[in-house]
């Protein structure tokens, strides 16, 4: 498991690695450099103030004794001064290229994953997206990709740092005085230890946040979505009472994390003054004994304040590397997911001509509740088939597994005698063209929306698909035309003009089987009629099958299937089904006693 998220981290890093080792050595460079100044003071106050010898060996005193020893430091002090100034110039250029470097890495491995994610969940199946929770899932895409961002950028550059710093300070600090290091440095484990326990049990408590945040996301954007709905029904007050418990719950579990947060700074600022306080009382009375420099004592207080920020932030940086590895987990378990299409290329590609079998086919959703029981029928290629059956019935589903969007538990789907599983997906979805239940429109302009099946269409085509549609006038009339935006920024569409803009768009597509979901119960019976004319007129060879509860519109169809709790119950013509005691007849008798729909008039048709 572990290793599989370090693969997934490092697949995110792809095509940077380069720069991020840039952006690390870099970093090292800037830490070392940033250690040399407290050796300067030493020498300032130790070897020109005092009249110690200066503290280098080998080389480095002889080339030091060359060019004049400490009598040339303390004729030209501005030596010294350059000395601190250079330094910082260097450490300023390599703390800036490294963030530099570390910026670039940064941004290109958020955008790496954000495509790698978004691209992911595209081809993940139909089922998967109808049971997650879309809060969540938004959250996972936003805060969770941000906070693995963060951990690659921050948090790991932050622990080379205080690694670098503290082997490099222990190293310099063991050379000057061993007693004094072990002081300072005998704080150090507890420190880090007490960190590392805190980041554990807090993982926990991140965990709780973020599934606390992720409810509160749903509970905002399924407001936003039905807003029209909340207000039809003055049911504000309950959506506010909803959203301040998930409100209400997110603030109470981010407040304990706050909490021991808290908690965790006061009580790792106690034991760092705790050892700030050790250094200085004990480095003073050896100092006076003479068993160490003033300038060594000055040193080792600069080193282990300088050290103090870096090493309890590695508590904090363990904590946030909790989140991150929890983030870590919500990411790769959506990468889990095995996408229906992930080998694009697998199954047949076969010319459809359009012959549909159901032979013996059961489904469910969930184990236990079957949905289909034993459906069987035949469509022979080009006919019209109408569906009537109640609501909750199935026909929906039926459809759902013509193409594949689940696949039936027994039983086959043929097409031309091709068992649809041994079809590829995405060529059963370009060769069947479906008209669904709720038409959906993206907030895009008419044309962008009608396009969305076929971006190579032309003009005449969007227009005359349109115009079969019936809503070519009704475009026509707005301001833009075919330009004009749809949805939260454009114009409204009423119910029937979406499921018209709907049908344009499944019919700018050449497909062997059109399927019709309901897609005409928003539309005038006349409308209705016309659009059905019109389809006969243009495609004559197209297995159509059409879901209504209109017998004007059943009584077409060359074959009528009735579906009652799953299961067909009735099949025939219009003028069979009238003859036999059923659900059709029934609804024509009810149809008819109602001499005919009311229509609801209005635009004009083509
Ligand atoms: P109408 O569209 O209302 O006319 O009904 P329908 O005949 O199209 O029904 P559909 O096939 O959509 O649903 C049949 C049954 O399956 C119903 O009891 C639904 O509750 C159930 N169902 C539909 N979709 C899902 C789903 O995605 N998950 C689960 N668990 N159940 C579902
Ligand atoms: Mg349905």
Redesign the pocket.
């Known amino acids: 498991m572990k290793h599989k998220k370090i693969n997934l981290l490092l697949s995110f890093i792809k095509g940077n690695r380069r720069n991020y080792i840039i952006a690390i050595l870099f970093m090292i460079l800037a830490t070392m450099t940033s250690l040399i100044n407290p050796l300067i003071i030493k020498l300032a106050v130790d070897s020109v103030i005092d009249k110690q010898p200066v503290s280098l060996t080998g080389v480095f005193l002889s080339m030091f004794n060359n060019i004049g020893g400490r009598d040339v430091l303390i004729n030209n002090l501005w030596i010294l001064g350059c000395l601190l100034i250079l330094i910082s110039v260097f450490n300023g250029i390599f703390n800036f290229l490294s963030k530099k470097y570390i910026a670039i890495v940064s941004e290109r491995t958020a955008k790496n994953m954000r495509n790698k994610l978004y691209d992911h969940i595209q081809y993940l199946s139909y089922?998967y997206h109808?049971?997650v929770d879309t809060g969540d899932l938004i959250q996972r895409c936003t805060s969770d990709l941000d906070k693995i961002r963060r951990f690659i950028s921050q948090q790991l550059m932050e622990i080379i740092r205080a690694l670098t710093l503290i082997s490099t300070a222990l190293a310099i600090m063991l050379s000057l005085n061993v007693n004094l290091s072990i002081v300072s440095f005998v704080v150090t484990p507890i420190i880090v230890f007490v960190a590392f326990k805190f980041f554990k049990f807090i993982k926990i408590k991140f965990k709780e946040t973020d599934e606390a945040e992720g409810k509160m996301t749903t509970v905002l954007q399924e407001n936003l979505n039905s807003m029209r709905i909340v207000r039809a029904f003055a049911k504000q007050d309950y959506e506010t009472d909803k959203f301040n418990k998930a409100s209400k719950k997110f603030k109470e579990t981010d407040f304990v994390v706050s909490k021991l947060m808290a908690w965790y700074w006061g009580a790792t600022d106690f034991i760092c003054d705790v050892q700030l306080g050790a250094i200085l009382i004990l480095g003073t009375v050896w100092a006076t004994k003479g068993l160490l420099t003033i300038g060594t004592l000055l040193a080792f207080m600069a080193y282990s304040h300088n050290m103090i920020w870096p090493i309890r932030n590695l508590g904090r940086v363990l904590a946030d590397m909790g989140k991150a590895s929890v983030s870590l987990n919500r990411i790769s378990e959506i990468f889990d997911e095995i996408g229906e299409d992930i080998d694009l290329e697998s199954g047949l590609t076969p010319k459809i001509n359009g012959e549909i079998s159901f032979d013996h086919v059961s489904f469910e959703?969930?184990e236990g509740?079957p949905?289909?029981n034993d459906v069987t029928f035949h469509i022979e290629k080009g006919q019209t088939i109408a569906i009537l059956?109640?609501?909750?019935?199935?026909?929906?589903?039926?459809?759902?597994l013509l193409v594949r969007l689940?696949d039936v538990k027994s039983g086959a789907v043929t097409i031309d005698g091709i068992n649809v599983k041994d079809i590829n997906r995405k060529w059963l979805r370009k060769k069947i063209g479906i008209v669904l239940?709720e038409p959906f429109l993206f907030s895009r302009t008419i044309k962008e929306n009608i396009a969305f099946s076929n971006y190579n269409a032309t003009e005449e085509q969007i227009e005359s698909a349109c115009r079969v549609a019936s809503i070519y006038n009704v475009i026509r009339h707005f301001d833009k035309g075919f330009d004009t935006m749809v949805g939260e920024k454009g114009v409204t569409l009423s119910g029937g003009q979406k499921q018209r803009v709907a049908i344009a768009r499944t019919l700018l597509n050449n497909h062997s089987i059109l399927i019709f979901?309901?897609s005409l119960s928003a539309v005038d019976v006349e409308t209705d009629a016309y659009i059905r004319d019109q389809l006969k007129k243009n495609l004559h060879s197209t297995t159509t099958l059409i879901?209504s509860?209109r017998i004007s519109t059943l009584k077409q169809a060359d074959k009528i299937l009735v579906?009652e709790k799953?299961m067909i119950t009735q099949q025939g013509t219009h003028y069979e089904l009238i003859r036999e005691q059923g659900l059709y007849k029934e609804v024509f008798d009810i149809q008819s006693s109602l001499q005919s729909d009311t229509t609801k008039g209005g635009e004009t048709r083509e």
């Open positions: 089922s109808v049971k959703y969930e509740k949905v289909l059956g109640g609501t909750g019935a199935g026909k929906t589903t039926l459809v759902n689940f239940q979901d309901d879901i509860h579906i799953g």
